[in-house]
């Protein structure tokens, strides 16, 4: 009776399925990795049917974005950093979003993606690059 609600992190849809069958309690958010190259879009929409909060870490794919032309050429045409058009787009595809920063300007920067919106087009363009990578760790890889 002490615990009202609980997270988890990296549970893919079996690990949920699991998690419900042994638990009463359903989760109320799933920390997952999250990025132009990792966009588990079934797990987005699973957790949202259920009413898990999505929330996502990596937006930068630890820095492996920050590179894409494709990222680079976005940034250039709105004026941004490719780091705000990654966690601008996270954003824009209603993912609670986590970017992790040690450097306050880094920081700063960070937090100023609320005040443009990047086109459907481009979100398109974005959600296209997914390629399955992982920059974290796999956990399809627990059983």
Not at 46 to 59: A, D, H
Not at 108 to 134: A, P, S
Request: glycine share 6%; aromatic share 8%.
């Amino acid at each position: 009776g002490v615990c009202r609600s609980i997270g988890v992190s990296n549970f893919l849809i079996s690990h949920l399925e699991q998690l419900q069958e042994d638990c009463v309690v359903t989760p109320h958010v799933n920390q997952v990795e999250y990025h132009p190259f990792q966009r588990p879009q079934e797990l987005v929409d699973y957790c949202r049917s259920r009413e898990i909060v999505f929330e996502g870490y990596c937006p930068l794919a630890k820095g492996e974005a920050l590179t894409h032309p494709s990222i680079v050429q976005l940034a250039k045409k709105y004026g941004r950093t490719p780091a705000q058009i990654c966690i601008r787009w996270s954003i824009q595809n209603g993912i609670v979003t986590i970017p992790k920063s040690t450097r306050a300007e880094r920081i700063q920067e960070n937090c100023k993606v609320f005040d443009f919106t990047i086109t459907q087009d481009d979100v398109e363009i974005l959600n296209g690059m997914h390629d399955g990578r992982h920059v974290s760790w796999d956990p399809s890889l627990i059983v």
